[in-house]
């Protein structure tokens, strides 16, 4: 019986990411102003994506190029509509794996039903984790994220996260202020490790404020200001402003308590239902928020003062690209 023996030439060694991959951009509906100035910082230009709604309002989506092989980043924070923008980055994520693209790094500037990451009572869901497992069963590799809003949401991914936080944009906008006499305040116990990253940044000692909430968004009761804050100026930190509630009852706290002036800073805007009428009637002096979530005209009232999160997303994107340290971005 003849054998015959077959002969496999040994495989070359596959050239890094950046090398055989090229950076892909796709926008979601979320917020394409801030998308369009991530690729500007970038010199990317964003990809050709469709995005439709059929009759019946399901989400459609066609990916217009090809992108077999390439390393894909989605822009799209599932703000409000949080249910619209979550499913259209689901769908979009679908599409590219079955596009064979060879990487999806999903890019949430701001993460949908973060605040539901625990159970509170009896049976409740634990939201953010279910979001996580879509995310992952869509077939996302990677997921890039702005602020998440509590730690424990690191752990609910089994792919790998980068965290960007925006202390360093906002901080350095309080910085070139030189406000005197300067106090960070902490509007609940939850945000301290935030306050105290804030005020490492200015050099600013810490206050918590001690509240009472009976349910979401209804803070029934300020109950104690720990710190001294007596003629200082107070920066509150906060990661969310959605219907300002927390901000404006902890502004008039501390003006009980003798501040001077009271500023406010958050990364996410959501400002739903009576938020800008509560700020516009407040005695904060300045919101101070990032572009995370799309601000429409009438919520841009002259005490809002919105950053742009787009150098820091590029400088991330672009660096997970190259397969290089993201966290050396916050060294400092």
């Given at each position: ?6 002969h ?20 979601g ?5 801030l ?28 990916i217009?190029?090809s ?21 259209e980055?689901?769908v ?11 990487r999806?790094?999903a ?7 973060a ?12 939201s953010a984790?279910?979001v ?17 809003h509590?730690?424990?949401?690191w ?6 996260l980068?965290?960007?936080p925006?202390r ?21 116990v ?6 105290r ?56 706290a501390?003006f ?6 009271v ?17 516009g009637h ?43 340290s ?5 060294e400092?």
């Open positions: 019986m003849s054998q015959q023996t077959l496999v030439e040994p495989r070359a060694a596959a050239p890094d990411r950046g090398a055989r991959a090229r950076l892909k951009l796709f926008s509906s979320g917020n394409p102003q998308s369009h100035e991530i690729a500007e910082a970038l010199g990317v230009p964003l990809a050709d994506l469709s995005i439709f709604r059929y009759a019946d309002g399901e989400v459609g989506v066609r217009e190029e992108v077999r092989g390439e390393d894909v980043f989605v822009i799209q924070p599932t703000c409000p509509p949080v249910n619209e923008n979550l499913v980055l689901l979009i994520i679908d599409a590219l794996r079955r596009a064979s693209a060879d999806i790094t890019v949430l500037p701001y993460f949908g039903y605040r539901q990451d625990r159970k509170m009572r009896p049976r409740e869901p634990i984790k279910l996580a497992n879509l995310l992952t069963a869509a077939g996302c590799h990677r997921l890039l994220a702005v602020d998440l509590a730690g424990q949401l752990g609910f991914f089994d792919i790998p980068d965290h960007l925006s360093m944009i906002l901080a350095d906008h309080f910085a070139r202020k030189q406000l005197e006499n300067v106090i960070v305040v902490s509007p609940d939850g945000g301290v490790p935030r306050a990253e804030f005020a490492k940044q200015l050099g600013a000692p810490i206050a918590i404020i001690d509240k009472r909430r009976d349910k979401p968004n209804d803070v029934r009761e300020v109950v104690h200001v720990i710190g001294k804050v007596y003629r200082r100026t107070a920066i509150i930190v906060d990661d969310i402003i959605d219907t300002a509630g927390t901000l404006t009852m902890g502004a008039q501390l009980k308590r003798g501040v001077s002036a500023y406010a800073c958050a990364t996410h805007a959501i400002l739903s239902g009576p938020a800008v009428q509560r700020l407040s005695r904060i002096a300045e919101i101070v928020v990032t572009n995370t979530i799309p601000l429409s005209p009438e919520k841009l009232i002259d005490k809002i003062t919105v950053l742009s999160v787009a150098p820091l997303v590029a400088e991330a994107i672009r660096r997970i690209h190259q397969d290089t993201v966290s050396e971005l916050f400092r």
